[in-house]
């Protein structure tokens, strides 16, 4: 079993949609996740840190689910501008990180 | 302006032939990365630096060195380059291992 697991998608949405992605884990012992985003051909930049908490900036809303090894990203009210790929990340012990191969999102006008 | 760079951006070079791939940044980080991107396999973490002086093994190490001889610079070195190492290679540092700032990218072909 792969570390850590994304659908590819790609997920294409209308504008305005609501579309949420998932990404599981196989270690329990890791610390810290995040969403990066990137663009074709470009490099990652963080989106968001994930918290057990719940993150949310604007329209993005980042959970962990600790019991059940995953976190989560929701988009509301998608732009077109939003079209990109979304990689989660998580840190496996202190200084390893495991990215997944990342969710392709296709906004449609 | 807080920014990783790399280079070159890109390379086309031929097996065998020994290259480097520099990284520098200046945001004063202690922690950087060096990662490969292949279609379908996703970041791949190859070397990592927790300080000067300090490196460890990712993933996928074969064929590649790093040093760390200066906070702001993490070369990447393949001694002998082969086919299977052309990709798309990033760069990246942080304040630890958290929120990493990538460089622009570069793309190795080995033919």
């Known amino acids: 079993r792969k570390e850590v697991e994304q659908d590819p998608g790609p997920f294409n949405v209308p504008e305005g949609a609501t579309v949420a992605f998932n990404c599981t884990y196989s270690n329990s012992a890791s610390q810290s996740f995040f969403w990066y985003r990137q663009d074709c051909r470009k490099e990652p930049k963080l989106l968001m840190s994930v918290y057990s908490s719940g993150n949310e900036d604007g329209r993005f809303t980042a959970q962990l689910n600790r019991a059940s090894q995953y976190i989560s990203l929701l988009i509301r009210d998608s732009k077109l501008s939003d079209s990109a790929t979304y990689l989660c990340?998580?840190?496996?012990?202190?200084?390893?990180?495991?990215f997944g191969t990342g969710t392709r999102l296709k906004v449609l006008a | 302006e807080a920014q990783v760079t790399q280079n070159p951006r890109y390379l086309i070079t031929v097996t065998g032939k020994k290259l480097t791939v520099t990284c520098s940044q200046n945001?004063?980080?202690?922690?950087m990365s060096w990662y490969r991107q292949d279609p379908g396999l996703g970041l791949r973490q190859i070397y990592y630096s927790m300080n000067v002086e300090v490196t460890d093994k990712g993933d996928v190490p074969e064929g590649y060195k790093v040093s760390r001889k200066e906070k702001r610079n993490f070369p990447l070195i393949l001694e002998s380059p082969s086919p299977n190492q052309t990709s798309l290679y990033f760069c990246?540092?942080?304040?630890?291992?958290?929120?990493?700032?990538f460089g622009p990218g570069t793309r190795l072909t080995v033919t």
């Open positions: 945001m004063n980080h202690e922690y």
């Open positions: 990246a540092s942080s304040t630890d291992s958290n929120e990493q700032y």
């Open positions: 990340g998580l840190t496996s012990g202190t200084y390893k990180y495991i």
